[in-house]
């Protein structure tokens, strides 16, 4: 398996443009999450779905975010409109069962810079 | 106060040298996991602890849930050792995440 596939690895928008984040996850994995890394707050769990469906969103910081996961191999995370504080690593993860106390595997990342 | 705090910051150290990493929580949990990510940015899950100690080569993990505080341990440590490990515990249905100790081992 190729791991958890995240695109595109870099983004820079200008501020008020709409972006999408795209993750594929690890193929029979039931679990993804999305996750946010700045240096000012480091990781940061965004939201997290089991079986495609949302469980937890609470960390979603504003309703300018918003998250899909349509099918078991593919969600998005999107951003409308961008902020230049949204500029940050987005991880996307995704582990066999919906639990925090399972190993969950990482994708490399899409450092998002909005400008 | 952070409910996740690490220790230290920063390390510098020389080639074969023994690591301590130190991770102190404030709140009850179920589960700790220590994370590696490389200067590349990719992030890899090295141990999973709920009780006692793991051992995967020269790394070795220990948490202690009375005291609420684990310990990674790096024993013969490489340049290639060099990445920032980050501690993340698990209360409830949560994970919150420290803020990561960057390690660098000079050759």
Not at chain 1, 8 to 36: A, D
Not at chain 2, 33 to 48: A, E, N, R, T, Y
Request: contains cysteine.
């Amino acid at each position: 398996d190729a791991g958890v596939i995240q695109s595109p690895r870099h983004e820079v928008t200008e501020m008020g443009q709409e972006v999408t984040l795209r993750c594929k996850p690890i193929s029979g994995h039931n679990s993804l999450f999305w996750y946010r890394q700045t240096m000012m707050r480091g990781l940061e769990l965004l939201i997290y779905f089991n079986n495609n469906v949302p469980i937890d969103d609470s960390g979603m910081p504003e309703d300018r975010f918003s998250a899909k996961m349509p099918n078991a191999s593919f969600s998005t995370l999107k951003i409308q409109p961008s902020e230049p504080r949204d500029s940050a690593v987005y991880f996307c993860a995704s582990s066999l069962t919906g639990s925090f106390v399972t190993e969950a595997f990482f994708g490399q990342g899409t450092r998002l810079t909005v400008v | 106060k952070n409910e996740v705090e690490q220790s230290p910051q920063n390390l510098t150290a020389q080639e074969g040298e023994f690591i301590t990493i130190n991770c102190s929580y404030s709140v009850g949990i179920s589960a700790l996991h220590w994370l590696q990510q490389h200067p590349g940015g990719g992030i890899v899950s090295l141990f999973m602890l709920s009780s006692g100690k793991k051992k995967h080569g020269r790394l070795i993990a220990t948490i202690n849930i009375q005291e609420k505080h684990s310990s990674l341990h790096i024993t013969a440590s490489h340049p290639r050792d060099s990445a920032v490990y980050i501690c993340a515990v698990i209360p409830d249905d949560k994970i919150i995440f420290g803020k990561g100790t960057r390690l660098h081992i000079l050759p």
